[in-house]
């Protein structure tokens, strides 16, 4: 006990002396104000919360204490205070009402709304959290305090190690973000960065945004068919190997293990490694044999739509950036178009923020009711992409590890814990839909090797593709009113769960199981179809996929 009280006495000692040594540039007033917003995102949602907000805020802190404290003018300390002040409330504000950190996606959704709409809105965020701003009022109180009582030292007083100290970890952490040219993204304050980055962004948005009329095309189809849903649910980075579903070592699939009403096949590849092309190709004509350009090519949103379903795109990606913008054009045939990621700068900074795919289950739940007899309905999940701990919620943080290497696998398998738990809850959601015949498939985009193969990470490869890298898990849903209108179907299919498939002629196999078929339908290219020829699966890479390596 007394050995226990001297150490906590001396942690006491240091950790004064280090808030000593910190008073010297950072006054703690003001550093209240920067670090407030911080502290209150951590407490509505850590999850989503960025501790790098902390170090960002210190590294530019400085440079408005430094000037005041070279010049002692006054306004210089307030200029500071109103700037975080300013910064802080936008923060305070976004965070109490929408629960996540302010981004383009919510700022352009702003802008596009018209004021009525806004003021409809702010209304019912006010009514479900109506004590979301009584933030604001300790903060008003912190901002007023400051600009009553300036808390800087005086020159005579400030340690000249403190401050050289200070200003070459500022110009390091600077210096090192603009090399990487990442200062605007990821080395200046939140808002300040959101803002810079909105006004980039949007004119780049709305070329994204623009409607794209889908293509009238020749199709036949079953007249009994008058009423049915169609689900096609695109992963995003699974690799199949991670899920106990395909006999992982780990229970990463608790809940879809428990189902008895899932075929899955173990035998489907994707024809590419990258996003933009695996999903172009599967929900086209376009393949890795036959690649068609986008503006040129016919895809499932036009079958469906000349079939006269209503269509539905509901995403979890990003809207924008260097790895969406392609597919949101294509996205945008749909007849209703719906981005739920707005924690998110752009695709860029997709991979470093929290947007969890449970925020699909409202807009898929609402589209599921919706008055139309026949939909088209695809879902983009944001799945299991790098990073790879910023895909699930902290309760779904089940596998842990010691080293590195293990740590990052732990948290790949607990991404894929929370995709089981994201998938079982959309098929439940389905299941009581049960007035339209309907059926859900699920496949990832491409895979990914997560040390699966030789000491890489990720789904870039070069030379010959890693298998990791384009297996993906393929699996079917049927309703209890679909089965019984497809009970042979069914019962063939469970003998074909090993045929060996590349994803990229998912662009006929849908067709053949919606009971559509147009114009370009080719039979041998689908899966559910009896006049299916596997094909050599030569992928992006050039090489065949089942040839030894």
Not at 23 to 36: A, C
Not at 204 to 209: I, N
Not at 369 to 382: G, N, T, V
Request: proline share 4%.
């Amino acid at each position: 006990m007394f050995n226990f009280t001297l150490n906590l006495v001396a942690v006491l000692r240091v950790f004064r002396a280090i808030l000593i040594f910190l008073q010297q540039v950072y006054p703690p007033l003001l550093v209240s104000l920067v670090l407030f917003p911080i502290l209150l995102s951590y407490l509505i949602n850590a999850d989503l919360a960025d501790s790098r907000n902390i170090l960002i805020q210190l590294v530019w802190l400085p440079f408005f204490t430094l000037s005041y404290l070279l010049f002692q003018k006054k306004w210089i300390y307030r200029l500071a205070a109103c700037f975080y002040f300013i910064t802080g409330s936008l923060e305070i504000i976004h965070w109490s009402l929408l629960k996540g950190p302010i981004s383009v996606l919510s700022l352009i959704a702003l802008v596009n709304t018209n004021p009525s709409e806004s003021s409809e809105s702010l209304e019912i965020l006010l009514v479900k959290e109506p004590y979301g701003l009584l933030a604001l009022l300790p903060f008003i109180a912190l901002f007023v305090y400051n600009l009553w009582k300036i808390q800087t030292p005086k020159k005579e007083n400030i340690s000249k190690l403190a401050l050289l100290m200070v200003a070459l970890i500022s110009l390091a952490f600077i210096g090192e973000n603009w090399y990487k040219n990442r200062l605007i993204r990821k080395g200046i304050p939140p808002v300040v960065s959101t803002l810079a980055s909105f006004l980039t962004e949007m004119k780049t948005y709305e070329e994204a945004m623009q409607s794209t009329a889908a293509r009238k095309v020749n199709i036949s189809f079953d007249l009994s068919l008058n009423q049915q849903t169609v689900v096609l649910i695109i992963g995003e980075s699974c690799n199949r190997n991670h899920m106990s579903l395909y006999a992982y070592h780990r229970n990463t699939n608790p809940l879809l293990t428990q189902r008895q009403d899932l075929l899955c096949f173990s035998n489907v590849v994707s024809g590419y490694s990258n996003t933009i092309s695996s999903v172009l190709a599967m929900l086209s004509n376009s393949n890795v044999e036959n690649p068609i350009p986008v503006n040129e090519s016919v895809d499932l949103i036009d079958i469906f739509h000349s079939a006269g379903y209503e269509t539905y795109w509901i995403s979890n990606q990003s809207p924008i950036g260097v790895w969406d913008n392609i597919i949101t054009k294509f996205a945008n045939k749909s007849d209703h178009k719906i981005f739920v990621n707005n924690t998110t700068n752009n695709s860029l900074d997709a991979n470093n923020n929290a947007s969890y795919d449970e925020r699909l289950f409202l807009p898929f739940q609402e589209a599921l009711k919706a008055d139309y007899d026949k939909k088209l309905i695809i879902l983009h999940l944001m799945g299991n992409h790098v990073s790879y701990k910023k895909r699930y919620p902290s309760t779904f943080n089940l596998f842990n590890a010691a080293t590195e290497k293990e740590e990052i696998i732990a948290h790949y398998d607990n991404s894929i814990l929370y995709n089981d738990f994201v998938l079982d809850s959309l098929l439940r959601s389905l299941e009581k839909n049960e007035q339209n015949p309907s059926f859900a498939l699920y496949l990832g985009d491409h895979g990914e090797n997560v040390y699966d193969e030789g000491k890489n990470m990720g789904h870039d490869y070069s030379g010959k593709l890693p298998k990791a890298n384009v297996e993906i898990p393929f699996i079917l849903w049927f309703s209890p009113s679909f089965k019984s209108k497809n009970e042979a179907l069914h019962s063939w299919l469970e003998t074909r769960t090993n045929v060996a498939y590349v994803s990229d002629d998912l662009f006929h196999s849908i067709q053949s199981l919606s009971g559509i078929k147009s114009e370009l339908y080719e039979a041998e290219r689908s899966l559910f179809d009896s006049l299916y020829q596997a094909k050599p699966r030569i992928l992006e890479d050039g090489y065949d996929y089942d040839a030894e390596y």
